[in-house]
């Protein structure tokens, strides 16, 4: 049985709302932003919560935008004519946008081994495979989030005398690896 666009669409939309309220949870119960390994002084939780709530908004927009979506939304907006966007390019779109967000707002806590969104970082492959993204751009996701964390390894490595980041970098990759792996080989066509 194929999978209609309106269907993955409001699964879309399902995802990022849940996405985001993790990333938000994350961010209220965070520790300290001095304890960041970027610039603390750019990094109050209400910039962060602006900066996750902006990126909500754009990706719930372009979501609404797509065709599926688009004419179940069409009534609300009294007939008027709104650009629609390809489905699988607004996904490409969002998936990168939640990477790159979530990333910095990982960069604005304590890094990838001790900040509360990490987690949140390592669920985009399998959700881009329940998406039914391209093989391709899963293993895109999955190599950004296994850079980023190489990263964020060196920066806290360098910074603090504690050597374990090497060992859960290590656990971390080898389980981002494991479960897109077997998401790609198992995924529904």
Known sequence: MPVYSTSLAVAAVLMQ???????????????????????????????????????LALSITLLLLT???????????AGLRLPRFDLQ?????????????????????????????????????????????????VIVYALFIFFFSLW????????????DEGVRFAMMSAALLLTTLIGVITRPT
């Not at 964020?152 to 050597?163: I, K, P, V």
Request: proline share 9%; hydrophobic share 50%; net charge neutral.
């Open 67 to 77: 065709p599926g979506l688009g004419e179940a939304t069409s009534p609300y907006f």
């Open 17 to 55: 709302l849940c996405y985001w309220v993790f990333l938000v949870i994350g961010i209220v119960w965070m520790p300290d932003p001095a304890a960041s390994i970027i610039r603390p002084e750019d990094l109050s939780r209400s910039a962060m919560l602006t900066w996750a709530l902006a990126i």
């Open 89 to 137: 390019r607004v996904l490409i779109v969002v998936f990168v946008a939640n990477l790159i967000a979530t990333s910095r707002l990982i960069s604005g806590t304590t890094g990838i081994f001790g900040s509360p969104l990490s987690p949140v970082l390592t669920c985009v492959p399998p959700l881009a495979i329940f998406l039914r993204q391209p093989v391709l751009w």
């Open 152 to 163: 964020s390894l060196f920066n806290e490595y360098h910074r603090q005398d504690n050597r």
